[in-house]
């Protein structure tokens, strides 16, 4: 036991909790939008959000890249800064896929009616984009930025 015994470890059990509370009852940001059927979209502002997270993932990969053989306490605190907010964003973009756009606005087509081929095209987009970003999370190469962008441009051609 410290020098302050039984209460002194008290306290410090006590912060430990109470921070990890507020960390974990931090409500969530959801950029997608509501899942109720309100009618009010902006497909071309997720998109645009969706290059924002992706010039951040390149922006911090670049970091990474140049934090990478420093030995030195800040830069591998800076560098672990920047994987965690690379893994933010690729997230953010998986998220936006996933529950806003393929939920809400990728309309199932039966197959072998009008319109089927495209929305295999429009799924397949779709998919591309949450892999990329998936990608972007098990590596620093700043080509899987670039495909990530590329992903995304071809999911905007569909709004």
């Known amino acids: 036991m ?6 002194g470890f008290s306290l410090v059990a006590c912060t430990i909790l109470v921070t990890a509370g507020v960390f974990l009852s931090r409500p969530s940001v959801a950029l997608a939008h509501c899942e109720v059927p309100c ?7 997720r998109v645009k959000h969706m290059k924002e997270d992706a010039a951040t993932i390149a922006k911090a990969m670049t970091n990474i890249n140049q934090l990478a053989g420093q ?14 907010t690379k893994e933010t964003h690729a997230t953010n973009i998986i998220e936006t896929v996933s529950q806003y ?3 809400q606005k990728v309309k ?6 009008d319109g089927y ?5 429009k799924l397949a987009d779709h998919h591309a984009v949450m892999v990329a970003a998936m ?18 441009d071809r999911l905007g051609s569909h709004y």
């Open 71 to 84: 030995h030195a306490a800040q830069a591998f605190n800076q560098a672990s800064r920047w994987v965690s």
């Open 2 to 7: 410290s020098k302050f015994g039984i209460l």
């Open 117 to 121: 081929d495209g929305y295999l095209a």
């Open 135 to 152: 990608k972007t999370k098990q590596s620093v190469d700043p080509s899987a930025a670039t495909a990530l962008n590329k992903a995304i």
């Open 108 to 113: 199932v087509v039966a197959r072998g009616a």
């Open 101 to 103: 756009f393929l939920t």
């Open 39 to 45: 009618g009010i979209y902006d497909d071309a502002a």
